[in-house]
């Protein structure tokens, strides 16, 4: 199993930007899939944006035209750019990678988190 270590959080001013990462180590076959969900405290976790090893992506309505993600292969890092960021988009991100090793069993590892606070 391995690890995800997140970067790149913080607060801007609604309208700015910010990027995300996160970075995989650790020993596994291979990596299907990698993304980012958000939580506020006391709501449900949303998938915001993830992103197969074939480069499928898929987004959150709310944050589609907004919110880039892509993948560094080689790097098992996932970047998410986040630009003209409103407010209902503070919460704490967290990131995720779908495992598989070479048995074939799956494991979904998580990231600690990292706060996105966006003010008007």
């Known amino acids: 199993q391995g690890q995800l270590v997140e970067s790149g959080g913080g607060l801007v001013e609604a309208g700015g930007s910010l990027e995300l990462h996160c970075a995989h180590s650790?020993?596994?076959?291979?990596?299907?899939?990698m993304g980012w969900y958000r939580q506020a405290r006391g709501k449900q976790r949303d998938l915001v944006a993830s992103?197969?090893?074939?480069?499928?992506?898929s987004y959150l309505d709310t944050v589609k035209g907004r919110f880039t993600i892509s993948w560094a292969n080689a790097k098992n890092t996932v970047t998410l750019q986040m630009n003209n960021l409103k407010n209902e988009d503070t919460d704490a991100y967290y990131c995720?990678?779908?495992?598989?090793?070479?048995?074939?069993?799956?494991?979904?590892?998580w990231g600690q988190g990292t706060q996105v606070n966006v003010s008007s």
């Open positions: 650790g020993s596994i076959y291979t990596i299907n899939a």
């Open positions: 995720y990678a779908d495992e598989r090793d070479r048995e074939a069993r799956l494991n979904r590892c």
């Open positions: 992103i197969t090893k074939d480069n499928y992506t």
